[in-house]
C-alpha cells in the first residue's frame, strides 16, 4: 500500500512512470528547449548589429510604406510625325529628321500648347511642363509626346492635347519650314498605374537600407579593431605604479651603500701608524 505522504503528493490520475522505463520527450518540449537555447547567441547577434538591423527593416517599411501610400500616377503617349512636303513616295529625309528635334523642343512649351483645340486639363502654366514630355528619335522624324496624370484619362487628355498643339503648330509654320506634322497615333487611357511598383518599391528601399547597413558594419568593426589593438597596446606596457625591482648586484661587486671588504670607504680611517711614531725620541 502507498504511503499516506506519498499519496497526498501526487494527484489522482497522474501516471506515474516506472523505474528503468525510457524517457519520453514529447516533441513540442524539445521544440521550446531548442528555442530557449538558441535564443541566447541570437540576442547577442541582435544586440551587436541592431544598427545593421534596424537600417534594413528601416529600408523596408520605407519601400512599403512609399508603395502603399504614395499616389498613383499613371502614363499616355501620342506619337506624331514630319513629313517633307516634296519628298516622293511620303519618304523622310534628313530635313524631316532634323526639324523633327526641333519640334520636340518646342513641343511641351506654353507657347506652342496654346495652340491646341482639344480640352486639356486645368493646370497652373508653369506646372504644364511637369504633365507633357517629348522625346525624339535621331534617326526618324517622329516625335512621341507623354502625358502625365493622377488618373488614366488624365494622362491621356495630357498626350493628346500637346499631340493636337503640335500638328496645328506645324500647319502654321507650314509654308516657312517645307515640312508638315501629322498624327501618327493618338493616345489611349493606360490600363495600370506606372507608380508606385510595390515589388520594385520595396526592393529598392530594402536595398538602400541594405546599403547603410553594410556602410555602417564596416565603420564599427573598424572602430572595434582599434579598441581591440588599443588596449593590447595598453596591456603590454608595464604598470607604472608597481616600479621596476631593484637589481640584484653581481658577485664581486658592492651594492649601493656598501664597501667592499678590504677597501677603506670615505670615512674609514688610514692604517694605523706604528707605535712610537710620531713621538720624539726621550732624551733627544
Excluded at 595598453?234 to 604598470?239: C, E, T, V
Amino acid at each position: 500500500m502507498m504511503p499516506l505522504h506519498d499519496a497526498k503528493r501526487r494527484p489522482a490520475g497522474r501516471r506515474v512512470r516506472p523505474p528503468g522505463a525510457p524517457v519520453r520527450r514529447r516533441p513540442r518540449r524539445a521544440l521550446v528547449v531548442a528555442a530557449c537555447r538558441a535564443r541566447g547567441p541570437a540576442a547577442e547577434l541582435l544586440v551587436r548589429f541592431r544598427l545593421s538591423v534596424g537600417f534594413v527593416v528601416a529600408g523596408f517599411l520605407g519601400g512599403l510604406g512609399y508603395a502603399l501610400f504614395a499616389p498613383s500616377t499613371y502614363t499616355a503617349s501620342a506619337y506624331v510625325i514630319v513629313v517633307e512636303e516634296g519628298a516622293a513616295g511620303g519618304q523622310s529625309g534628313p530635313t524631316a529628321v532634323s526639324f523633327a528635334q526641333v519640334y520636340g523642343r518646342l513641343a511641351p512649351l506654353p507657347e506652342t500648347l496654346v495652340h491646341a483645340k482639344a480640352r486639356m486639363p486645368d493646370t497652373a502654366p508653369g506646372d504644364i511642363r511637369e504633365h507633357v514630355q517629348a522625346s525624339t528619335s535621331p534617326d526618324t522624324p517622329l516625335i512621341r509626346l507623354a502625358g502625365t496624370g493622377r488618373t488614366a484619362r488624365t494622362a491621356a487628355a495630357y498626350a493628346n492635347a500637346a499631340a493636337d498643339a503640335l500638328v496645328r503648330y506645324g500647319a502654321a509654320h507650314r509654308g516657312d519650314t517645307g515640312v508638315r506634322v501629322a498624327l501618327m497615333t493618338p493616345a489611349q487611357p493606360p490600363a495600370a498605374p506606372v507608380s508606385p511598383n510595390p515589388p520594385l518599391d520595396i526592393a529598392v528601399g530594402t536595398a538602400s537600407g541594405g546599403l547603410l547597413a553594410g556602410i555602417s558594419a564596416a565603420v564599427l568593426s573598424g572602430r572595434r579593431g582599434r579598441a581591440a589593438a588599443a588596449r593590447r597596446r595598453r596591456a603590454a606596457l608595464p604598470d607604472p605604479s608597481a616600479g621596476e625591482p631593484p637589481a640584484a648586484s653581481e658577485p664581486g661587486i658592492p651594492g649601493p651603500g656598501t664597501t667592499e671588504q678590504g677597501t677603506a670607504g670615505p670615512d674609514a680611517a688610514g692604517p694605523a701608524a706604528p707605535a712610537g711614531a710620531g713621538r720624539t725620541g726621550v732624551g733627544s
